[in-house]
């Protein structure tokens, strides 16, 4: 009865008793673990899950991480990158369905004229929202990379006003693996606290399920997090994709990543208590209501993909990304009952922003 002990702890700290709870096994106690981390969740943030419209604008990078689908070295990708008028027509689809935000996400690429073309999409896509249901036009989060701080003040002067960089692991060894040297923990570190520096909510992750990952490693990116004093927190499954260096290492099987996946979302929403929690795309991947398992189990945001169909195929960052029949996800109509059948209801019109931002 030790799981029982810690799961009704309102105050998890310790390494240990982290990992316990992200060990467990037993079908009653993970239900006990759910049921606490749905309950804080109500407590601490309440009944309404937000979404994101999720507009993956381009697929070029320059990074070659060695576990996504579209890094530099994989020719075997088309790559592309929307129009200003396609990201236009998105944001404002978005803003019409009356999901309050959007999230602007593509790979990494520093050039000046990129940096320069997200300030303008940011800047449209602001003027074009505003309305008397969504006054200050849509919520902007950027999820683009590393960049400068001058970089991200620009992004922030632009509209855009949270940020999503995943440190994808806090074990440096296992960073070192997934990563090409000239990569690193520090650099991403530092660039989650450039970004609060100019002014952004900041949200972090990790991919749950790597090749070599213990719930040790696991109970330490959450003390991290908190550490961090983030504000949001994005995490999903590893699933490989067959054409990077990755793809033939030996994983746990995919109903046990999407267990520890669920039990990684209860843990960091029971220790991070008023964050916003994405549940996210990887988790449907691995079973047809990941999603909706993600917010019973802590979550409350969601972000239904919004990337036209013609290029959502060029953005598979992994195998079996799901969402790929544009129909299936473009109106979220199906997430919603699934939501609503969970006796939650999806925010309309409002930004839906971190309940830890607004309180500090
Ligand atoms: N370039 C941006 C964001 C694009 S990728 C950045 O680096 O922040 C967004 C996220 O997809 C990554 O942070 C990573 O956690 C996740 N991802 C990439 N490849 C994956 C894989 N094979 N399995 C699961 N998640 C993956």
Redesign the pocket.
């Known amino acids: 009865m030790a799981a029982l002990h810690l799961i009704n702890d309102t105050n998890l700290h310790q390494e240990e008793d982290l990992a316990a709870l992200l060990s467990l096994t037993d079908p009653e106690q993970i239900e006990q673990l759910r049921q606490r981390a749905e309950a804080m969740t109500l407590q601490q943030v309440g009944h309404r899950v937000y979404f994101r419209g999720l507009l ?1 604008f381009s697929n070029r ?1 320059a ?1 070659n ?1 060695l ?4 890094r530099r070295d994989n020719d075997a990708v088309a790559r592309y990158t929307l129009s200003l008028e396609d990201i236009r027509h998105g944001a404002r689809r978005v803003a019409e369905r009356g999901w309050g935000s959007l999230v602007l ?4 690429n520093a050039s000046a004229a990129n940096v320069d073309f997200i300030c303008n999409a940011v800047r449209c896509i602001k003027e074009d929202t505003r309305s008397s249901r969504l006054p200050s036009g849509l919520g902007i989060t950027l ?4 960049y400068s701080i001058d970089v991200y003040r620009q992004f922030f002067a632009a509209g855009a006003h949270r940020y ?3 440190v ?1 692991t806090t074990d440096a060894d296992l960073f070192a693996r997934i990563h090409p040297a000239d990569q690193t923990l520090a650099e991403r570190v530092q660039a989650l606290e450039d970004l609060r520096a100019a002014g952004f909510q900041v949200g972090t ?3 749950i399920g790597l090749p070599g990952q213990t719930c040790r490693m696991l109970a330490r990116d959450v003390l991290f997090f908190k550490e961090m004093d983030v504000d949001m927190v ?8 067959r054409d ?1 260096p ?1 793809a033939g290492l030996p994983i746990i099987s995919a109903e046990e990543r999407l267990a520890l996946a669920l039990r990684m979302i209860a843990v960091t929403r029971l220790v991070l208590k008023n964050v916003n929690i994405a549940s ?1 795309t ?1 988790l449907e ?1 691995l079973s047809p209501s990941g999603r909706e398992l993600g917010i019973s189990f802590g979550a409350n945001v969601a972000m239904p993909n919004v990337t036209p169909g013609s290029e959502r195929r060029k953005y598979q ?3 079996g990304k799901p969402c790929l029949d544009e129909a299936a996800d473009e109106s979220g109509i199906a997430l919603r009952q699934k939501i609503e059948s969970l006796g939650r209801i999806v925010g309309i019109d409002e930004w839906g922003d971190s309940r830890r931002f607004c309180d500090r």
Request: charged fraction near 15%; glycine fraction near 16%; proline fraction near 5%.
């Open positions: 993956e990078c990074l991480c576990y996504c689908g579209i996400q593509s790979g990494e999820s683009a990379g590393v999503l960089l995943r994808e992750g990790v991919m994005g995490m999903g499954p590893y699933q490989p994709h990077t990755m996210t990887a991947a960052l992994y195998d």
